[in-house]
């Protein structure tokens, strides 16, 4: 159905796929390590959940004044580089204020790289496939929440709340391997 090069590219775009919704998804669940980590109220709590939706949305209207202008495959790699980064640097946090700022970073990169994703498989997989490819774009955002999301809790109770951070960065950058060459 598919050829080598596109199974390629479709496994690698739900990979970037999986890493952004297990990175937007995991904050909540480990609410109860960071309110006692940090000693903050859950309006702050609230505050650093919502930070990466908010940077989202902003990064989603300004790229709708450039991001046709660039290639989507740079934009993507541009994008997927920042978030990978300021993921990584979520688990370095050591403060509230430094995870607020690294969560808005990844928010404001993540933002925009869904929706490149979904239109580098409307670019890449003709319309006969397509649906097929979108499906199992879809696909991922339902592994994030099954296997994703719980992995990621066990590293944070195994280790501590770095630990989910960490494996998305470093998840992150495998991928990266994978969006530079295909």
Known sequence: MFT??????????????FNHIVDFMIIMPLGPQLMRTFQMSPEKFSLLVSVYTFMAGISGFLASFYADRFDRKKNLIFMFVGFTISTGLCGLAQNYTTLMTFRALAGFFGGVM??????????VINYERRGTAMGTMSTSFSIASIAGVPLSLFLASHFDWHAPFFFLACSSIFVMYFVVRY
């Open 4 to 17: 080598r090069q596109e199974k390629i590219i479709i496994f690698t775009l739900a990979a970037i796929q």
């Open 114 to 123: 869904g929706s490149l994703v979904l239109s580098i498989v409307s670019d």
